[in-house]
């Protein structure tokens, strides 16, 4: 036989004002429960404003370093941007941001 458990809030969506919801509710003493269909975080952590950033980030560090001959500062070697490592820690980072706890 299965235990039922009970909870003093239940959150349905884990995107960013989900989980917020979230970690508060279970700040103020609550039991919470987190229903999301995919991965916690929601869309803006998972597709779309980590994965946007992710190659506008790498672009802009290279952009940096070639940058920095104007300071006196030389990196030796040709620069490129691997995207297959940029997409890779996007998902590492995405992977790490999102919540998994239990308050009860």
């Keep these: 036989m299965t235990e039922k458990q009970s909870f003093d809030t239940i959150v349905i969506c884990g995107g960013p004002g989900g989980y917020v919801a979230a970690i508060r509710a279970a700040q103020l003493g609550m039991c919470v429960a987190v229903v999301e269909r995919e991965h916690l975080g929601g869309v803006c952590l998972n597709w779309s404003r980590i994965w946007t950033r992710a190659p506008s980030r790498a672009v802009k560090l290279r ?11 030389t990196v030796g070697g040709k620069m490129s941007i691997d995207f297959t490592k940029v997409f890779e820690r996007w998902r590492m980072v995405a992977n790490r941001s999102r919540l998994v706890f239990s308050t009860c």
Excluded: S
Excluded at 65 to 70: D, G, K, Q, S, T
């Design 63 to 73: 952009h940096l370093l070639e940058a920095m001959r104007e300071f006196g500062l």
